[in-house]
């Protein structure tokens, strides 16, 4: 054994050890979040790593991506050079020329990565020191931090190709078999043309510089904000699957629950503390936030960082043992993350879309909110009237619960306690029943049922609200007392499919009733007014001699929440004399109306009010009509148009509507 080997095999020992030693005390800290099953369906997660933390699609929505791409890939084809470099400390003479042609891929794609990964680490560091983005702009040390990141990036990139350069030079410019270096062969030459002898010295110096480069790399990774490079595969495999898009339930009949939500780390679960370790504070999610946008207090980002921040200051005084002192004085809530925060929220999902490592930022924030209404009965006095119209009148809203069904009247409509015969069930949703505007919509929509030969029933006053915004507010006791009264009335019926012109309705009866019995097959009118058309079952009238103008707003909880982007689209694109025009922020980047997550019910009293803004973008397009398929967003848009005083200029109409009114 050489003195080289001897010294490389004492490095390595001490070096994995620290870093098994740095693991295990991350572990640990997760152990201290709440249980819970991530492990089912392994193959659909596996799928999942490989299309969205390989193949880097989220990274990708955005152009500036490819050089996030460029390095993680470069760093996947560098992990066979570093595996090379790590066996030759055991044995110098080792190499991987007996792979063949593969070796020429490896050698190949080594040099030409190599390259593009120096250009994306310097224009990294151009966009975050010179350029300046202002979502790349965090705290003095999360720019530090970032700046060392990418520096020792640089320079284990660097080493790599000081090693190669010198390992062609030493070989007298020749090499293997299957070697193919197109960038080290012609800089070997450059470098070292007239002085070949000292290559084999310089070969040395640049191989213990890329291992000490590797190996510090990899130490330094727990301790900093770059830890996403060893947890966003895992944090990617563990992510929500498509059909588990609900809140997680809460078990209300066990008597042994001491507490409701979270108010502190160890309440939330190990996947929402790995959440805060993956957080690369990219930005993304606070960039794209309807809050934030607006001038409001909330950061998604920060949320997720200020988790990580407290697992890490209070979890190490947890595993010693203490249980008292200034750290177990404070909580997350109101000391890390103040309720403002909490409840700015509308849960519409952007951050979550956005987020390039699959966190989860609502969920935490919704068991936060359940912990401050369960536990502590604090949330805004709004709410007040709220919560005891929703207990007392199945309605958000103060009607009467008797007036439920007063919409449908002289439309022949029948109920299910009338006849429950009927082939899908119309659920109509609070708006639809009480909201003046909105029952416009129900009574459009009901038509184009019947003008379709739809053989359909609604319940009346047996209806109450879904439970999304109880749920989203974070009363989940009262959520779970209306889904279940609900779910006891469908089933009684016997109910098999159920169409709704409400998104949260849409939402709640197909992903969380289920958790209470109530499985269903459920469409939003937008897809059966999309099949009506296609299917012929409705006929559209010839063009008009004016061309209308129509942009549409993509309600969060049908698009980014069930993926129903193109159904409204293509209903309005085959009303003859109607052009449809997309805002700059539409599908999955769409933006909010405002409403989501309880916000219907409370006042913006901090910064601009978020429905303004995406009405004004929907003004800017220049059209006469703003389409719409939720009630929500229906009243946040109306009362936008309003603000911008564009009401004898700009209509707001449902896609039901507008349909209705082109059909014969």
Known sequence: MTLKNFVFIVFFIASISFFVFSAKRLISFLLLGQKENRFERIGERLKKVFTVAIAQTKILREPAGILHVLIFWGFLLFLFAVLESILQGFYSPINFEWLGYFYSILTFTQDVFGALVIWAVIFSLGRRFILRVPRLMVDKHGMRDAAFILTLILFVVLAMFGQNIAHVAKNNFMLAS?????????????????????????????????????????????????????????????????????????????????YYGADDVQKL??????DGYTCTECGR?????????????????????????RTFDKAPLMIAGQTEGEVFDNTLVHHYITDKELWQCTTCGACVQECPVMIEHVDAIVEMRRHLVLTESEFPAELNNVFKSLESNGTPWVFNQADRALWAEGLNIKSMAEDPAGDILFWVGCAGSFDARYKKVSVAFARLMQKAGVNFRILGIEEKCNGDTARRLGNEYLAQQLVQENVETLNG?????????CPHC???????????????????????????????????????????????????YLGRYNGVYEEPRTSLAKINGLELVEMKRNKSRGFCCGAGGGRMFLEDVEGGRINEERTREAIATDVDTIASACPFCMTMLTDGVKAHDKTEEVQVKDIAEIVLENSK
């Open 285 to 309: 999610c606070t960039s794209v936030c309807p809050a934030a946008n607006s001038g409001k207090t909330l950061s998604p980002r920060k949320i997720v960082t200020d988790i990580r921040k």
């Open 493 to 501: 019926y016997g109910v098999k499919k159920i169409v709704t012109a």
């Open 506 to 556: 849409f939402n709640s009866l197909k992903n969380e009733f289920n958790q209470f019995g109530g499985n269903f097959e459920v469409v939003h009118h937008t897809e059966m007014i999309s099949e009506f058309l296609s299917s012929g079952k409705i006929q559209l009238k010839d063009a008009t001699t004016k061309t209308r103008k129509v942009t549409y707003h993509d309600s969060c």
């Open 269 to 274: 679960t190990w996947k929402q503390l790995l």
């Open 178 to 258: 299957f070697e193919v270096r197109p960038f080290s062969l012609p800089m070997a030459k450059m470098f070292y043309s007239m002085d070949t002898a000292s290559a084999g010295n310089m070969y040395e110096i640049f191989w213990w510089l890329h291992i000490v480069f590797v190996f510090g790399f990899l130490n330094y990774l727990p301790y900093s904000k770059h830890l996403h490079v060893l947890t966003s595969i895992p944090n990617v495999f563990f992510s929500k699957l498509n059909d588990k898009k609900g809140l997680k339930k809460i078990n209300l009949e066990d008597e042994t629950l001491e």
